[in-house]
């Protein structure tokens, strides 16, 4: 099974967010959060509820989730990782912080506090509805900067330049430590330190294995990945079903339904003799970073790789289908299928007289001088070439991107 | 009738609340249904974001053309767009239900208000609104609040979520000597 789910039945969907909703309810209150003297005695280090609770959910809900992704079994390109705004975050943070320090909860904690009865708790949801309608009212005063800092989808890995496990494993260690810090504010300032009954300890000491361990052992390569989906996906191969003929991919550039990436995995040089414009080149090593970035990209998006022939591009073919990508094509017979096709455009391009067995994934044509794209051959037009159109059997069938799901921001 | 009920109420002892969670062990529940949200769903928690689109439901009754011709609020409730068809309200709706079971199964539902010992519970009351307001305000500017940002964020990584996280302490820490009377 592949998660996350996608739901489709709406009344199953909002059923099961009501469901999360009540756990997620029912453990605020029995941690003590419907107390607003004690969410505020957070800042008074006395009492360090807030941050054991709210990093212990942190780090038990990270190292889970990262151990999914990495075992495959959740796609971490379709959950919901909050865009970044950085500077109008920063502010609605500290606005936020203000808010916390003078009435004792926030958001959720509020709500759950009305419905145990509590009358602050009731007065600051009050006042947290106020708010929201006021944020709605005046946000047309400044709905530019409101817009402003926009990161997109950032992760704190990308920003350390570092890798999700090595990541995960810092944020571990480091709430680990305020953990131990916490225990001993609790002492020094409210006297008394909750401590952590024993089984809570193991199971923070068997994740925080679990988040060094993938790190030192390496996670999963491509190659086991596709190991997975091997089973299900060789057999299209076998049956060249996702081998399109050059006059496809020429047409597929015109058609409105979806954008066409024509991602070249040949060498630098070779890319520079010749190829498809349009194409971006792309070394294997960097197609994991594109798998990433297409996935990201909402709109539908058909990939078609190139090679000289194409037992490279089958390969590249094999990574990004292990990696979720989806519609993922392969040009039948590469650059040289395409040229024995276009080359007649462009005077400057030379079959080569190869005699003997002609060795895979060589380039059978010759330039006068590197041409690029800056050839007719590089980009034909469907209009003039009517009569290929009827020659080729289309095999592109599109399937739909599942897409991030929401945020909370809505 | 009355009388029997209250004669029953004295011969039965209220129960004792019973005690909290160890925060330790809290925490781990709340990672486990914030793992089991992102899993399902693939979104997190969220608490603002309900009540934001409650919010603008009502609004949107009383002022239609209003709403209409705030693009912020359209993006939600305008023309036939119902805000109350996302996934926050129902979490939040859930929450309160999942608070109130609790509550009450735990012996710790109770009329109250909390408050520090040097001020009155009419003060406790402004506070808590005001708090409120600025909270929500903050909120909405932030894209989301403690629950849908410094815990669903943080939990997978989100660089914005982080620098939130890290403002909503500070902001706190930086004014809490300025109200210490309130708390302590």
């Given at each position: 099974?592949?998660?996350?789910?996608?739901?489709?039945?709406?009344?199953v969907?909002y059923?099961?967010?009501?469901?999360?909703?009540?756990?997620?309810?029912?453990v605020?209150?029995?941690?003590?959060?419907?107390?607003s003297?004690?969410?505020?005695?957070?800042?008074y280090?006395?009492?360090?509820?807030v941050?054991k609770v709210?990093?212990?959910?942190?780090?038990?809900?990270?190292v889970?989730?990262?151990w999914?992704?990495?075992?495959?079994?959740?796609?971490?390109?379709?959950?919901?990782?909050?865009?970044?705004?950085?500077?109008p975050?920063?502010?609605?943070?500290?606005?936020?912080?203000?808010?916390?320090?003078?009435?004792?909860?926030c958001p959720?904690t509020?709500?759950?506090?009305?419905?145990?009865?509590?009358?602050?708790g009731?007065?600051?949801?009050?006042?947290?509805?106020?708010?929201?309608?006021?944020f709605?009212?005046?946000e047309?005063?400044?709905?530019?900067?409101?817009?402003?800092?926009?990161?997109?989808?950032?992760?704190?890995?990308?920003?350390?330049?570092?890798?999700?496990?090595?990541?995960?494993?810092?944020?571990?260690?480091?709430?680990?430590?305020?953990?131990?810090?916490?225990?001993?504010?609790e002492?020094?300032?409210?006297?008394?330190?909750s401590?952590?009954?024993?089984?809570?300890?193991?199971?923070?000491?068997?994740m925080?294995l679990?988040?060094?361990?993938?790190?030192l052992f390496?996670?999963?390569?491509?190659?086991?990945?596709?190991?997975?989906?091997?089973?299900?996906?060789?057999?299209?191969?076998?049956?060249?079903?996702?081998?399109i003929?050059?006059?496809?991919?020429?047409?597929a550039?015109y058609?409105?339904r979806?954008?066409?990436?024509?991602?070249?995995?040949?060498?630098?040089?070779d890319?520079?003799?010749?190829?498809?414009?349009?194409?971006?080149?792309?070394?294997?090593?960097?197609?994991?970073?594109?798998a990433?970035?297409?996935?990201?990209?909402?709109?539908?998006?058909?990939?078609?790789?190139?090679?000289?022939?194409?037992?490279?591009?089958?390969?590249a073919?094999?990574?990004?289908?292990a990696?979720?990508v989806?519609?993922?094509?392969?040009?039948?017979?590469?650059?040289?299928?395409?040229?024995?096709?276009?080359?007649a455009?462009?005077?400057?391009?030379?079959?080569?007289?190869?005699?003997?067995?002609?060795?895979?994934?060589r380039?059978?044509?010759?330039?006068?001088?590197?041409?690029?794209?800056?050839?007719?051959?590089?980009?034909?037009?469907?209009?003039?070439?009517?009569?290929?159109?009827e020659?080729?059997?289309?095999?592109?069938?599109?399937?739909?991107?599942?897409?991030?799901?929401?945020?909370?921001?809505? | 009738?009355?009388?029997?009920?209250s004669?029953q109420?004295?011969a039965?002892?209220?129960?004792?609340?019973?005690?909290?969670?160890?925060?330790?062990?809290?925490?781990?529940?709340?990672?486990?249904?914030?793992?089991?949200?992102?899993?399902?769903?693939?979104?997190?928690?969220?608490?603002?974001?309900?009540?934001n689109?409650?919010?603008?439901?009502?609004?949107?009754?009383?002022?239609?053309?209003?709403?209409?011709?705030?693009?912020y609020?359209?993006?939600?409730?305008?023309?036939?767009?119902?805000?109350?068809?996302?996934?926050?309200?129902?979490v939040?709706?859930?929450?309160?239900?999942?608070?109130f079971?609790?509550?009450k199964?735990?012996?710790?539902?109770?009329?109250?208000?909390?408050?520090?010992?040097r001020?009155?519970?009419?003060?406790?009351?402004?506070?808590?609104?005001?708090?409120?307001?600025?909270?929500g305000?903050?909120?909405?500017?932030?894209?989301g609040?403690t629950?849908g940002q410094?815990?669903?964020?943080?939990?997978?990584?989100?660089?914005?979520?982080?620098a939130?996280?890290?403002a909503?302490?500070?902001?706190?820490y930086?004014?809490?000597?300025?109200?210490?009377?309130?708390?302590?």
């Open positions: 099974m592949h998660f996350p789910l996608t739901i489709d039945a709406v009344v969907k059923l099961i967010h009501f469901l999360i909703g009540i756990a997620f309810g029912a605020l209150e029995m941690s003590g959060f419907a107390i003297t004690r969410l505020a005695g957070q800042f280090f006395k009492d360090q509820t941050l709210m990093f212990g959910g942190v780090i038990t809900a990270m889970l989730i990262f999914f992704v990495a075992m495959g079994w959740l796609d971490y390109d379709l959950i919901w990782v909050n865009p970044t705004y950085l500077w975050g920063i502010v609605g943070g500290l606005i936020m912080g203000v808010g916390f320090i003078i009435g004792g909860f959720g509020s709500f759950v506090s009305a419905a145990t009865g509590k009358i602050d009731l007065l600051f949801a009050a006042g947290v509805t106020a708010g929201v309608l006021l709605g009212e005046t047309p005063l400044f709905h530019t900067w409101w817009y402003t800092s926009d990161y997109g989808r950032l992760t704190l890995f990308e920003v350390f330049h570092t890798s999700y496990g090595v990541m995960v494993a810092i944020v571990m260690i480091v709430a680990l430590l305020m953990f131990w810090g916490a225990e001993y504010l002492r020094a300032f409210g006297g008394r330190a401590g952590i009954v024993p089984w809570a300890k193991y199971a923070f000491g068997l925080a679990a988040a060094v361990a993938l790190p390496g996670e999963p390569t491509v190659d086991e990945l596709w190991a997975r989906v091997a089973p299900e996906m060789e057999p299209k191969l076998q049956a060249r079903e996702v081998y003929h050059p006059a496809e991919l020429m047409e550039r058609d409105e979806f954008r066409t990436v024509v991602l070249d995995v040949r060498s630098e040089a890319y520079n003799l010749f190829h498809i414009r349009w194409a971006h080149r792309a070394d294997m090593d960097d197609l994991p970073t594109w990433q970035r297409i996935k990201k990209d909402e709109r539908l998006t058909v990939v078609v790789l190139v090679s000289n022939d194409d037992q490279a591009a089958t390969e073919w094999k990574t990004l289908v990696l979720d989806p519609n993922v094509y392969i040009l039948d017979g590469g650059i040289n299928h395409w040229l024995d096709i276009f080359a455009e462009d005077t400057r391009i030379h079959p080569m007289s190869l005699t003997g067995g002609v060795e895979g994934e380039l059978r044509y010759d330039f006068d001088y590197a041409l690029g794209e800056a050839s007719p051959a590089a980009d034909p037009v469907p209009d003039q070439h009517e009569e290929l159109l020659e080729f059997q289309p095999k592109i069938k599109l399937e739909l991107p599942a897409g991030p799901a929401g945020g909370g921001c809505g | 009738m009355s009388a029997n009920l004669a109420a004295q039965k002892p209220k129960p004792q609340p019973k005690p909290y969670l160890n925060p330790y062990v809290g925490g781990l529940l709340l990672g486990l249904v914030l793992f089991l949200s992102f899993l399902i769903t693939g979104s997190g928690l969220g608490a603002s974001g309900g009540v689109r409650i919010a603008v439901f009502f609004e949107d009754l009383i002022a239609s053309g209003h709403v209409d011709r705030n693009p609020l359209a993006h939600m409730a305008g023309g036939n767009a119902n805000p109350l068809l996302n996934w926050t309200v129902f939040l709706i859930g929450a309160m239900v999942g608070g079971v609790s509550a199964l735990h012996h710790r539902w109770e009329v109250a208000t909390y408050k520090g010992p001020i009155s519970v009419r003060t406790r009351w402004v506070l808590a609104f005001v708090g409120g307001l600025i909270m305000y903050g909120a909405r500017m932030a894209r609040c629950s410094a815990l669903s964020g943080g939990a997978v990584l989100s660089a914005g979520s982080w939130i996280m890290l909503i302490f500070g902001g706190a930086a004014l809490a000597y300025f109200l210490r009377k309130v708390w302590n």
